[in-house]
């Protein structure tokens, strides 16, 4: 399964960005495909995934800010971020998971300034 995740930059906060995930494979029929991230010096935390059900999975800090949506005829998930505060600058990580099975794209970086 490949990912392309697309869409980090600089953003000041209260800014808006969108990141985008295309996949190789369908994002009908599987356990979940989101946003994970990643701050220096931090472990890796989920950020929002959606399952092939449609339904979704936020990460308390982000509830209300971010809205994860999809495409599945375009094999393509997408993060809208809201209000961003200096505490969401990550690398943010497409992850696609199936049959228990995890795998990543290459992250795009998300910088917030004060």
């Known amino acids: 399964v490949q990912l392309q995740a697309s869409g980090g930059g600089m953003v000041q906060a209260g800014g808006s960005l969108r990141l985008s995930c295309r996949t190789s494979?369908?994002?009908?029929?599987?356990?979940?495909v989101g946003w994970y991230r990643q701050a220096p010096g931090q472990q890796r935390e989920l950020v929002a995934v959606?399952?092939?059900?449609?339904?979704?999975n936020y990460a308390d800090s982000v509830k209300g800010r971010f809205t994860i949506s999809r495409d599945v005829a375009k094999n393509t998930v997408y993060l809208r971020m809201n209000s961003l505060k200096p505490e969401d600058t990550a690398v943010y990580y497409c992850?696609?998971?199936?049959?228990?099975?995890?795998?990543w794209g290459q992250g795009t970086l998300v910088t917030v300034s004060s």
């Open positions: 959606i399952t092939g059900g449609g339904s979704t």
């Open positions: 992850n696609y998971r199936w049959r228990n099975v995890d795998y």
């Open positions: 494979e369908s994002i009908a029929s599987i356990d979940s």
